[in-house]
């Protein structure tokens, strides 16, 4: 009996050493195999970590989110002090209730996950760390292989070896998907919920830790009921684990859940948002994809209630003239400047943005048309004003005119005598214009315009019809708003932005915008000349904005169609345009076809006083509505002379007013110092000349 007890325990001996046997020989094979192959694994990289994909995010002028952009993964990243600590718990009590005890691998963990899963009949918990499953995440394949395996416990110790748990667990949060294009914590709130990560509920925070299980299958929006099952197992978890009380778990179970639909992606405001992303991206000196993962925060100049306010009123067919000969409805560009700082607020590229695009034709950068008489202050009566002591009252003949075969006309095709230059530019009239520009050359006018920002050509140096419009090259919207904000921002130019200032993901500023002005032309001449074309608005061509509660400077403009064949028997105008400006906005607007022909242009009563002076009042209309009236203040060197206002109108003379002028024929006007000395004294001989004839 005892050699056969005996022999029953060696056999017994023999059968329980050969797993051990088995493990060593599985242990020593696994450790040369790792002695071989560990010099061409790759080590830590923490720069796979810290530079994942980031969501970028657009802010509005006043620091409102606008839109978040992103390329394939959707992520902001969080610190994890603003991850309220039951969402924390949510994760360690699902993911890894060891975290903060083991060193990486655990174990326990990966055996106690196996019997809770067969307990649930369900996958429950996860084997793998928490760190394991950061660096599965950066740097491994999801390939299930010994050696994917082992770089994994290799790499999760090196983790652990140079992040404190905090620190892996903030990269773990940000960097785990959550389906729905959602990667990180933030990220997932936001789609889910519409909120913030720090303001999750315990529920809530439940609900997302229960989806990277298996983003395919428990996101709410795609099974609800496997969704929230999950969720009431984590918050089980979390009770069991001493993160919550009983209590508490039976009240978040009960908790009504509110979710957000999800929405397309979206673009809005897309003419702004182009030009945005362009102007970043050359600032930061990088390409405009990267724009889109690098989690920059870009602050821009627009004003949303605005923009949104201009989208809808393009919307209103009725404010766009029809090609008679088609019935199409023309095109139109806008843009809103701020005066003091040159920041874009508004832009209307198009009548509107088409759907599920990018970078689209944009007319108020990529068009360039002729500008009409909306040039004329710019090139023939701010020179003339500036450098060759023209003023308001200063009479032009209008009269027929031939420069060298150049016959220019007026619009009505009348002829007026002897006009104030004041009436000349309210009236819009074209032949003193003209007369303007050939007095003072064409040089002198285009190097003033220049400043402006006005761009010319060779043909255009000794071309009087410029003094129309008549550009060979052209403007586009921008540069004509940009040329006007001179004038209201007292003669001082300045280039235009849609960028205020861009932070990284950390907030670290990386660029600031600073206005850089320069004076072109003296704050006198940009007085008078804001004071000239205000009358515009009053009595002039620009008559439809009296009624705006603010008051407003303006010039309208209107382009003829060519004089070709192909037009001789068409009634009808290629442009029309108004610039319109306050000293807080400026204002241009652009109406026309892209393609002019003889089955697409404007009827005959699309001029710059009609539409586009229409659209500007709606605009002003809802700008005054919160808006002070405010005007330019005039400038010290700047005179008020009261005149006689019946010598001028009937007379065609420059005559002062006196004691005994009644006060509705008191007109007032202003002089530089200097132009008033010599008026003055010009003035008072006349008007002795006048009592020495009277007395003979």
């Known amino acids: 009996m005892g050699k056969h007890s005996k022999k029953r325990s060696s056999i017994i001996t023999k059968i329980l050493l050969i797993p051990i046997i088995v493990i060593l020989l599985v242990c020593i094979i696994t450790a040369a195999y790792v002695a071989v192959t560990m010099d061409d694994w790759a080590s830590f990289d923490p720069k796979k970590v810290e530079n994942m994909e980031q969501t970028s995010f657009i802010y509005d002028y006043k620091d409102d989110v606008i839109t978040g952009i992103h390329g394939p993964q959707n992520r902001v990243n969080v610190s994890l002090k603003n991850v309220p600590k039951h969402v924390q718990n949510a994760f360690i009590a699902v993911e890894d209730v060891r975290f903060y005890q083991h060193h990486g691998i655990d174990i326990k ?16 918990q996860g084997g793998s760390t928490i760190t394991q499953q950061l660096v599965k995440l950066s740097h491994l394949s999801n390939k299930k292989t010994l050696d994917r395996k082992l770089q994994e416990v290799f790499l999760a110790h090196q983790l652990e070896q140079r992040y404190s748990k905090d620190q892996i667990l903030e990269m773990y949060l940000n960097i785990v998907y959550f389906g729905n294009r959602a990667y990180g914590i933030e990220s997932a709130a936001r789609i889910y919920f519409g909120k913030s990560v720090s303001e999750l509920s315990i529920a809530e925070g439940a609900l997302l830790a229960g989806i990277p299980k298996n ?76 724009l889109f993962h690098k989690g920059y925060r870009i602050y821009t100049t627009l004003d949303t209630n605005l923009q949104s306010f201009v989208e809808e009123l393009y919307k209103n067919e009725e404010l766009f003239p029809k090609s008679p000969a088609s019935g199409d409805i023309c095109e139109s560009a806008l843009v809103i400047l701020d005066v003091p700082t040159g920041e874009i607020r508004c832009i209307m590229g198009g009548r509107e943005y088409p759907e599920d695009a990018r970078k689209v034709f944009n007319r108020t950068i ?25 003023t308001p009252v200063t009479f032009i003949n209008d009269e027929p005119v031939n420069y060298n075969g150049y016959t220019p006309s007026n619009f009505d095709g009348k002829f007026r005598g002897p006009i104030t230059l004041r009436y000349s530019v309210a009236k819009s009239i074209n032949i003193p214009a003209v007369k303007v520009l050939k007095d003072i050359g064409t040089q002198n006018g285009i190097s003033i315009a220049e400043r402006f920002g006005i761009p010319f050509e060779k043909e255009d140096l000794n071309n009087l019809s410029i003094a129309l419009g008549g550009l060979s090259k052209g403007v586009t919207p921008m540069e004509l708003a940009r040329a006007y904000m001179v004038l209201a921002d007292s003669g001082t130019y300045k280039d235009v932005t849609t960028i205020r200032r861009i932070e990284d993901s950390n907030g670290v500023p990386l660029y600031e915008y600073h206005p850089m002005k320069q004076q072109v032309i003296s704050q006198e001449t940009a007085f008078i000349m804001n004071d000239i074309l205000h009358s515009t608005t009053e009595w002039g061509t620009a008559s439809r904005l009296n009624s705006v509660k ?42 026309g076809f892209d393609q002019t022909n003889n089955i697409h242009y404007l009827p005959s009563n699309a001029v710059g006083g009609k539409y586009p002076t229409i659209i500007a009042k709606e605009i002003f209309d809802h ?17 008020e002379v009261n005149l006689d206002k019946k010598s001028l109108e009937e ?11 009644p006060k509705e024929f008191i007109v007032t006007e202003y002089f530089t110092q200097k132009q008033r000395q010599k008026r003055i004294l010009a003035i008072g001989l006349l008007q002795k000349h006048r009592r020495i004839l009277m007395l003979q």
């Open 109 to 124: 963990r990966i055996f106690g996950a196996l019997i809770q899963d067969i307990k649930a009949r369900a996958p429950v």
């Open 215 to 290: 983003p395919s299958k428990y996101p709410p929006n795609i099974n609800k009921e496997a969704s929230f099952a999950r969720k009431d197992l984590i918050i089980d978890l979390m009770v069991k684990n001493g993160f919550i009380d009983a209590k508490e778990g039976e009240k978040a179970k009960k908790e009504k859940l509110e979710f957000i639909e999800k929405k397309p992606v979206s673009y809005p405001h897309g003419y702004f948002l182009d030009m945005a992303l362009r102007e970043a991206a050359q600032k930061l000196n990088v390409k405009e994809e990267d």
């Open 366 to 390: 990529q068009s360039r048309r002729q500008p009409g008489s909306t040039i004329k202050p710019l090139i023939s009566y701010v020179p003339a004003i500036e450098n060759f002591g023209y």
């Open 550 to 591: 603010i008051p407003i400077a303006a010039k309208t403009g209107t382009s003829q169609l060519p004089k070709t064949e192909r037009f001789a028997n068409i009634k009808g105008t290629k442009d029309a345009w108004i610039a319109a400006y306050t000293p807080q906005y400026v204002i241009t607007v652009w109406m």
């Open 623 to 639: 700008i005054s509505k919160d808006t002070k009236a405010i005007w330019f203040k005039k400038p010290p060197k700047v005179v």
């Open 651 to 661: 007379y065609k003379t420059v005559a002062l007013a006196t004691s005994l002028t």
